[in-house]
């Protein structure tokens, strides 16, 4: 019994320039198919595996389905159509994300924060105290 690779269908149109909501209907439409076209071949008298070999001559080839896919620009995702615009948004887009990051970060972690600065201020208040004792005992010791 020979199951279709669908993840090998996924790569492919990722390859071609589909845009990931495209790729990720069309997978999940094709196993249901698949799994549709074994299920109509067992009810018409086939033994499983000879139904799973039918649904896959059924479907066809990836081949096929990658070319006339990547045949419609409207699938594509908008990178693949403007990719000299892609090289200038995505690193832009990184860049205004990246000093958002921590500020979220320290919003969604405020307690713990609050609790790590203030074991940091106790910290250094110990080592200060330690080390004026120390400077204090050297001066008049």
Known sequence: MHKPEFRVLAERLSDAGIA???????VGEMRDHYEDLVEAGIERGLRRDAAHEQALRELGQVDDL?????????????????????IVV???ACLAAL????????VANASLLA??????????????????VLQLSILFG
């Open 20 to 26: 990931p909501r495209h790729v990720r209907r069309t």
């Open 99 to 106: 000093p958002a990051v921590p500020v979220t970060v320290g």
């Open 90 to 92: 995505y690193p832009l």
């Open 66 to 86: 990658v070319q006339e896919m990547a045949a419609h620009p409207e699938l594509k995702s908008w990178a693949s159509r403007y990719p000299r615009t892609a």
């Open 115 to 132: 609790r790590w600065g203030a074991s940091l201020v106790a910290a250094a208040l110990v080592t200060a105290g330690i080390l004026l």
